[in-house]
């Protein structure tokens, strides 16, 4: 692959789409998962959304929190941890929804 300069070049840009998609993923649930309403603003030619800061997800906040000390701190692994806030998130709509 190193020899092969249209792979190499391919296989760059695959990387550069890579790159931008996970930390726009990341700002996207980082916004969407805690608070049930977000709202869109213009900052010039800019847009983006912004969090409704009344309309806070405690228990999402909390399940996001336990989760980043899970996997930053007590190094569990990040299929342990999506399996184990999976369960308790699906478990938390049965209790809430009766």
Not at 15 to 31: D, H, Q, R
Not at 78 to 95: E, F, K, P, R, Y
């Amino acid at each position: 692959m190193r020899g092969n300069v249209a792979l190499g070049g391919a296989m760059s840009a695959i990387t550069a789409a890579v790159v931008g998609v996970i930390p726009n993923l990341a700002v996207w649930f980082g916004t969407n998962v805690p608070f049930a309403k977000v709202k869109s603003v213009a900052l010039g030619p800019l847009t983006f959304d912004a969090p409704v800061p009344g309309s806070l997800l405690l228990p999402s906040l909390v399940l996001t929190v336990l989760a980043a000390l899970a996997i930053f701190r007590l190094c569990v692994s990040v299929i342990a941890v999506l399996a184990m806030s999976a369960a308790v998130g699906s478990g938390w709509q049965l209790v809430m929804r009766g």
